[in-house]
């Protein structure tokens, strides 16, 4: 029996050559895991092997749309469209399909998870996609909000600099207090939930 605090480190709006990398470094030098989820639009044959690094690290990558939209205002044929294009391009580059779907904004409504056959994500974050919030301020929010099951929402969007020095406090922190960094599929495996329909999930245990 493992009973060690799990928590899944997830970036949003990469993947990118740049801060993408910079996120890799932290990830490869501590010897963890982590998700990526990724927007189809980044996605060509440069940044493409930003994914295939992460891959080789052992993390995932998820999908986070093709366009970053506001999708509730999308007929259902655009939100297959905006799911597929990112998914085909994902499966093309590493040879795996993602299985978690992060909405962008976190904007969602019914007729997306009828359309999106895929578990829908949120978690916690830092408000990390503002400039007016230090490095110091990013780390400290997650370290408040962090429990077991919890998904640390945080994003790698190019000239993201300050969550590149909020992880250098914030991985050695959660690993000094016992967490083990998972990926998004294996904090549901790993803590025995089976992610459910019509459901955004936080925090697993939620
Ligand atoms: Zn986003």
Known sequence: MNNKKLVALTFDDGPNLTTTMDVLDLIEHYEITASFYVVGNNINSETEKAMQRAVSLGCEIENHSRTHSVMTEFTAEQIIDEIN?????????????????RPPYIAFNQLMYDTIDMTFICG????????????EERYKRIMEQVCDGMVILLHDMAGNFRTVEALKMLIPKLLEEGYEFVTTSELFERSGVTPQPNTIYTNVHQ
Do not use: I, L
């Open 85 to 101: 294009f990112t998914s085909d391009k994902v499966e093309a580059a590493v040879g795996r399909r993602p299985k978690f779907f």
């Open 124 to 135: 916690n974050g830092a408000e990390d996609y503002n400039d007016e919030v230090s490095a």
